[in-house]
């Protein structure tokens, strides 16, 4: 099993540019999250998946949108990025949200300038 | 909402000492507090979990205490190896069942 992947590993936008950050797992897993990661910081939640079908705003939502395109897809979008939204992303998953482990992709390093 | 403060943000010791981090929580509903672990350029993985309706669990050279009455959880890592660097994040779950994660503590073991 590859567990969760992300794509890409690395980008460099400009500020204005839209992007889409992909997330698949192949664990069956109902829950999906994605985290930013900033030094100091710990892992702040933008948007989470309680299961197929739902989205819901985390800590840090704005400037991004999400899809929950089946059980194993889900993808985060920024509309026109930001320096601000340089930072290291994280997608993750779990059997269900609340007292579940939760598996962490490789992560996504986007740079804005 | 939910708020996890963490400390130290840095620990240096010797190998073969022991590690202690500490976190505090906010909110007195939250009943489940995790610890990841996160080596330089990967990914977090959980290493240990604690539940409310126990004080402390061990795993090896790992343990968790949880303290509801005071609202803090710590980790406890003995005999600490050069492969225990790492920086260590602790979390609580929130109202909406969602994980709150503290800022994190660089652990730095000298050989």
């Known amino acids: 099993n590859a567990g969760v992947t992300q794509t890409p590993k690395f980008q460099v936008l400009k500020t204005g540019q839209s992007m889409t950050l992909q997330c698949a797992q192949d664990?069956?897993?109902?829950?999906m999250y994605w985290y930013r990661q900033d030094p100091g910081m710990g892992l702040r939640l933008i948007y989470y998946?309680?299961?197929?079908?739902?989205?819901d705003k985390g800590e840090v939502p704005n400037g991004y949108n999400v899809s929950r395109l089946n059980k194993r897809e889900f993808s985060l979008r920024l509309e026109s990025a930001a320096p601000s939204q340089t930072s290291v992303y994280f997608c993750?998953?779990?059997?269900?949200?609340?007292?579940?482990?939760?598996?962490f992709g490789p992560g996504t390093r986007l740079t804005v300038t | 909402g939910e708020n996890v403060e963490q400390h130290p943000s840095t620990l240096s010791v010797q190998e073969g000492d022991s590690a202690v981090i500490k976190c505090t929580y906010s909110?007195?509903?939250?009943?489940?507090f995790p610890w990841y672990k996160q080596e330089l350029g990967k990914r977090p993985q959980l290493i240990i979990d604690?539940?409310?309706?126990?004080g402390e669990k061990k795993d090896q050279r790992i343990a968790v205490t949880l303290n509801k009455t005071a609202k803090h959880f710590s980790l406890h890592i003995t005999e600490t190896q050069p492969e225990d660097s790492a920086v260590y994040f602790c979390?609580?779950?929130?109202?909406?069942?969602?994980?709150?994660f503290g800022g994190g503590t660089r652990l730095m073991v000298k050989p």
């Open positions: 993750a998953s779990s059997e269900a949200s609340g007292l579940y482990e939760q598996y």
């Open positions: 664990m069956n897993h109902n829950s």
């Open positions: 998946s309680a299961s197929e079908g739902t989205t």
């Open positions: 909110d007195s509903a939250s009943n489940y």
């Open positions: 604690i539940r409310s309706n126990v």
């Open positions: 979390a609580a779950n929130n109202a909406g069942n969602m994980l709150t």
